[in-house]
């Protein structure tokens, strides 16, 4: 078996049997030697290309049933950390190991006796902090410090934390970093605190040959409209639908809900446990609809998603990636859908400087125009920070999409504070995934080319 080849322990070989894994995937195959020789490693690879068995070989090699903790794993948000601590229990199940999670927005205690008993921790930065702050995690026995995601979390404002847990660890240790992007921040941190780092590169999950892009240009009003038509119209499976704020993807799911559409949301405005809940109820269906911003969906591994839609459009293209990365995945086939208003224009153009992505623009199809356009979502984007010059005509919007060199104009806020703080209630603050250096994607990309409201709309009818 190609997996033997890379050293792995036969308890893992055995689950990875288990769960049909016929070869490892390219950031296995190239990272796992060196993660098990000790080696500290930087691998460029984004959601869904197999980086959690990638590290977690590494972490199952080194570490024991001991109950110290043994391997830190840092990810961005408590979604990953669930999601990673799911991973690791599935692959360590018969090495033993025992692996809690740490994020906010959950009471202490738990996670207080749950370290007390871990060999691994997987945790959110600013949860961790607060641990390390109150003496109730013991770093000393620490072997392995993973980063996963970091240009995410880096993204969110989250490098001091990372940089102060990092200094709490002990200097004798493996340290693993995994990025979609390796930005210079990520360069200069690795210099700081690594030990002559291996780098490996791979290609983007996303197979560019299935996927494919489009855009529609049409005034804000429209929106709920035409997202209505295409939705009740393409042939799909699971969808998600991005949002730029809370307020947005809590009145787009009520106004699908409205439409008999089968809606279901998140963000981060919604209780921990009603997002994991959402989730699986989501990966359940065969056919349903996910209305979430960037932040409540990042890093998430979500198979049969057919299409994304980009609602709002993010301002980087490194976002854009991100969110068209959620679909044709694994030799699947995948729309990316982006509906752009004179609202998004700046946006969009920003995301057209790479020069790496091909979208094609559509002309509109013939749809119905609802009632349930409202001018409040409208106005609530308006009384923020827009993302464009306001209202626009009726019909298409004027002008094709140059690909535009002229400087992005960027007067975002940059965000602080902890993950459960970062995702922004209005237009004004952008999500999480704005926070700082959310303009400048300088990192070398990888191939891209490639409320309570929710709770109604887990109620609603599906509309086939
Ligand atoms: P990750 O990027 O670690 O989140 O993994 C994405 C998905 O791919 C998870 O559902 C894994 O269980 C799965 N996976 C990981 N490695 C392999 C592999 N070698 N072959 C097939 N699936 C894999």
């Keep these: 078996m190609a997996f033997r080849r890379l050293g792995i ?38 959601t869904g290309s197999g980086k959690t068995l990638a590290f977690g070989a590494g972490i199952m090699h080194t570490c024991k049933n001991e109950e110290r903790i043994q391997a830190l794993v840092l990810v961005p948000t408590r979604e990953l950390a669930e999601q990673v601590a799911g ?80 200094r709490a660890c002990p200097e004798k240790r493996q340290t693993l970093m995994f990025s979609a992007t390796i930005s210079p921040e990520i360069a ?12 490996v590169e791979v290609e983007s999950y996303v197979d560019p040959s299935k996927l494919k892009q489009f855009v529609y240009s049409l005034d804000e ?14 042939d799909s499976e699971l969808i998600m639908v991005f949002c730029a704020t809370r307020h947005r993807v809590d009145i787009v799911a009520r106004k699908l809900e409205s439409q008999g559409i089968y809606t279901l949301a998140i963000h981060g405005g919604v209780a921990q446990n009603k997002r994991m809940r959402v989730m699986e109820e989501f990966q359940r269906q065969k056919t349903s609809v996910l209305v979430c911003t960037d932040v409540a969906a990042r890093g998430l591994d979500i198979k049969g998603v057919s299409h994304v839609y980009n609602y709002d459009i993010p301002n980087d293209s490194k976002e854009y990636v991100h969110r068209i990365g959620r679909t044709a995945r694994a030799g699947e086939k995948g ?49 923020g920070r827009g993302g464009g010059h306001g209202g626009g005509s009726h019909g298409r ?3 094709g999409w140059g690909r535009s060199r002229n400087n992005f104009r960027d007067n975002r806020s940059n965000s602080g504070g902890r993950e459960e703080r970062r995702e922004s209630r209005g237009w004004g603050r952008r999500d999480e995934s704005h926070g700082r250096n959310n303009n400048q994607d300088r990192g070398r990309r990888y191939h891209s080319r490639n409320s309570g409201r929710s709770e109604r709309s887990e109620r609603s009818r599906r509309w086939r």
Excluded at 221 to 234: F, I, M, P, R, Y
């Design 9 to 46: 322990k036969e308890e893992v070989i055995k689950v990875i049997e288990e769960e049909n894994f016929e070869k490892p995937s390219e950031i296995q195959e190239k990272a796992i030697p060196f993660v098990l020789q000790g080696k500290d490693v930087i691998a460029q690879a984004a």
């Design 87 to 166: 991973s690791m229990k599935k692959f360590s199940k018969y090495h033993f190991l025992r692996t809690n999670v740490v994020y906010g927005g959950v009471g202490m205690g738990m996670q207080v006796k749950g370290l007390r008993y871990s060999d691994v921790v997987v945790a959110t930065p600013g949860r961790l902090l607060d641990h390390i702050g109150r003496g109730t995690i013991d770093l000393r026995f620490l072997k392995i410090l993973v980063l996963d995601e970091a240009d995410r979390m880096f993204d969110m404002g989250f490098i001091r934390d990372v940089e102060k847990i990092i």
């Design 188 to 199: 200069h941190l690795a210099k700081k605190y690594m030990n002559n780092p291996i780098e």
């Design 221 to 234: 009003s429209n929106k709920l409209s035409l997202l209505t038509h295409l939705l009740k119209n393409e």
């Design 335 to 383: 729309k990316a859908i982006s509906l752009v208003s004179n609202m998004d224009r700046e946006n969009f153009e920003n995301i057209l400087k790479n020069p790496e992505l091909t979208i094609k623009e559509e002309v509109l199809p013939k749809f119905e125009k609802l009632s349930i356009e409202t001018k409040e979502h409208d106005s609530h984007r308006r009384s």
């Design 397 to 399: 919007s004027s002008g």
